[in-house]
């Protein structure tokens, strides 16, 4: 297809189970301006056939093959090609609804935001799958009410930050040489908050359009591979500390508190996985980060200060790990959500990391109103 408005890139690797449940999900969208880059990341088994036939009927579908190189480096084959004004991305395990490319493009236009989010369906694909763990991820993809916002501190911290789901502008993500971390777990982390930080605007659309498939031995079902990559919560910050501190300074004042709300999270996330003898390691790159946040923004960061004081003084090493997220609370039903006061009305806690834990993740888990665009 000549100059389509929207590109949608789908990395493909050894999915030939999922394949063609997604590639239909896409064609039988009823927004049809579309190109549909399909990177074929160097599969083995038999993906590259399944998008032959595809592409074979359907001529807006372009197969990009390449050598495995992992998710990130198929993403980035596919920006690299994308001829339309806005790009999407969906993975190949998984789904979407038949208005869900209709509904987030329509919603930029409409609002003429920068970014379009819409809700998530969640689909075990083993029956037997914990409940807990499915009610956590429907809390993750969790959406503020649909319209049209001002991009601010709630969008970097409390919208998901997965790469698909969203609609975004190319222009934005070229312009700013905006790519996925290559080798890394957390790659759509770091490139979905660099692209926040260009955005001016946001638009939701609360439907739950796609759908995410929970598969066992996936990347974010194996624990082992978690732990083996750990340390990429710190390379994260970094990156994405880096990409905040090369913008404009006010960009730098304004997005400095949230990126730094962001990295506790993430310390707390690697202590909570690491081992006896890499608590060290752990206290030498946390510190350095939180030495780099400082410089770049010397004023009292409240929710923060009191965490980085105790990573810094190494009191952290005084917590039982598995007291840090065990103990945290959640938000009081009778207490307004739409106030700080909320995060008044919590237990009093002795040890003054934690303390400061809890209100954290208080504030994490309310969903503070964003300053919503008449």
Not at 57 to 71: M, Q, S
Request: hydrophobic share 35%.
């Amino acid at each position: 297809m000549e100059n389509p408005e929207l590109t949608i890139v789908v990395p493909v690797y050894n999915v030939e189970k999922y394949l063609p449940q997604c590639l239909n999900s896409i064609l039988r969208q009823e927004y049809r301006n579309f190109e549909l880059l399909c990177v074929n990341d160097g599969s083995t088994d038999n993906s590259a056939s399944i998008l032959s036939d595809y592409a074979a009927k359907d001529p807006r579908i372009k197969i990009i093959t390449k050598a495995n190189g992992g998710l990130s480096s198929a993403r980035n084959a596919g920006i690299e090609k994308a001829q339309g004004t806005l790009i999407g991305f969906v993975d190949s395990d998984d789904y979407i609804h038949p208005n869900m490319f209709y509904l987030l493009v329509n919603s930029i236009k409409t609002w003429k935001s920068d970014l379009s989010v819409c809700g998530v369906h969640i689909c075990p694909e083993n029956k037997n799958t914990d409940k807990n763990r499915v009610e956590n991820f429907k809390k993750f993809f969790s959406l503020p009410t649909a319209g049209h916002y001002a991009t601010c501190t709630f969008a970097y911290n409390s919208l998901n930050c997965c790469a698909w789901n969203k609609v975004y502008k190319t222009d934005i993500i070229k312009k700013n040489n905006l790519s996925f971390p290559e080798g890394l777990l957390y790659e759509d982390s770091c490139f979905f908050r660099s692209y926040l930080i260009k955005c001016s605007t946001f638009s939701i659309v609360q439907n739950t359009l796609y759908h995410y498939r929970i598969r066992e031995g996936s990347i974010t079902s194996s624990q082992g591979e978690n732990s083996k990559k750990i340390w990429d919560h710190f390379w994260c910050v970094d990156a994405t500390l880096a990409r905040l501190l090369a913008s404009e300074s006010h960009l730098i004042s304004q997005w400095i508190p949230e990126l730094a709300a962001f990295a506790c999270v993430e310390f707390l996330n690697t202590y909570s996985l690491i081992k006896e003898n890499e608590k060290h390691q752990f206290l030498k790159l946390a510190s350095e980060l939180i030495i780099k946040i400082k410089n770049a923004y010397p004023s009292p960061l409240p929710l923060c200060d009191s965490i980085f004081d105790c990573i810094l003084t190494n009191k952290i090493l005084d917590i039982p790990i598995s007291d840090l997220w065990s103990q945290a609370p959640l938000p009081d039903p009778t207490v307004s959500q739409y106030t700080t006061l909320a995060l008044e009305h919590r237990p009093k806690i002795t040890h003054p990391f934690l303390h400061w834990l809890k209100r954290l993740r208080v504030m994490n888990t309310l969903h503070y109103p964003p300053k919503k665009i008449d």
